[in-house]
């Protein structure tokens, strides 16, 4: 089951990468016909957006990518999965530079290189020990707890507008969002087959005690899911595609497995060295968009200008 959720983890990546491209570009022909340079996208450019073919195109195949990604939730631990979706920053790169006819400096290459090993080492290192133990209800309190307290934290900065914000808030906002998406997913579709809840729904019946954890769940994952998207839109708004997809397949992934390995003790069999090779690859992996953030050559020129 392992390697067959790696193989859809992977066709995610590749949909992602083509999806994050599109909208990226939609958003930069908007940018130039309506919003006046702005950085940032309100409700009403949103709208616009709507009307706009290739972002549609490009928000449906990163749909299909998430439900690609979900689907390998299901068969493997999240440590094992989410790192994977980093083959989606190399994809980006590549097809952004061909088509802005950018060329990527040394210290993009390195700093995308440092992301892919970081992130690869990491995948490898979870493959040899990761679990699946049972997720009982006080870990999914915790978890739940965390997430409503950062659905609050970036509700402010929602309300707040996205002009007074940098565009590493909207990378690192985005990718903290979709952390705790895949997590509540998961949780929520595993309660719902371990559970019965799918024979629930057909018959129309509600048990408090077993339910009521999963709906709350599932309405912190789709508050989530929709504050994710808006931080996403600013991302691309703001930056070229291939630094939002470094902050999405690096931040997203090391939300997900650091839940995965302290609360879901999907790493409970692993020993002292891999724990210490986790945190080497995930430092690795944040130094590389951190760094991509300050030299990508469309940001240079975006801060020269």
């Known amino acids: 089951m392992k390697i067959i959720a790696i ?8 949909a992602l990468a083509f999806g994050a491209q599109m909208q990226n570009d939609a958003i930069g022909i908007q940018k130039k016909a309506a919003l006046s340079g702005r950085s940032h996208v309100g409700f009403r450019q ?35 999965v989410q790192p994977i979706g980093a083959t989606a920053l190399v994809i980006t790169s590549i097809l952004n530079a061909r088509i802005t006819k950018t060329k990527l400096n ?7 290189a440092l ?3 970081g992130l690869g080492a990491f995948v490898v290192m979870a493959h040899q020990v990761a679990v699946e133990p049972e997720i009982v209800d006080s870990n999914l ?6 997430a409503i307290l950062l659905i609050a934290i970036f509700s402010y900065i929602f309300f707040s507008g996205a002009s007074r914000f940098k565009p590493l808030t909207f990378i690192i906002g985005a990718g903290v969002l979709y952390g705790f998406v895949a997590t509540l997913t998961k949780v929520v579709v595993k309660r719902l087959f371990n559970q019965d809840g799918f024979n629930r729904i057909v018959s129309g019946t509600f048990e408090w005690e077993t339910d009521s954890l999963t709906l709350l769940a599932l309405l912190s994952m789709l508050a989530a899911a929709f504050l994710g998207g808006w931080f996403v839109q600013n991302a691309y708004a703001s930056g070229p595609p291939d630094l939002v997809v470094a902050g999405l397949t690096v931040i997203d992934p090391l939300i997900a497995v650091s839940i995965g390995v302290v609360i879901l003790n999907e790493a409970m069999n692993a020993p002292s060295l891999i724990l210490l090779g986790f945190l080497g ?11 991509l953030s300050k030299v990508h050559p469309q940001v240079a020129t975006k801060s020269a200008g």
């Open 141 to 146: 309190l915790l978890i739940l707890g965390m």
């Open 7 to 14: 193989g859809l983890a992977l066709l995610s990546a590749v």
């Open 106 to 112: 040394k210290a993009s290459i390195f700093a995308i």
């Open 115 to 117: 992301c892919t090993v």
């Open 281 to 291: 690859s995930g430092a690795m992996a944040v130094t590389g968009v951190y760094l």
């Open 46 to 80: 949103l709208l616009d957006l709507l009307k706009h073919p290739r972002w549609i195109t490009g928000l449906a195949i990163s749909g299909f990518a998430l439900i690609l990604q979900f689907t390998a939730l299901l068969l493997a631990p999240l440590i094992v």
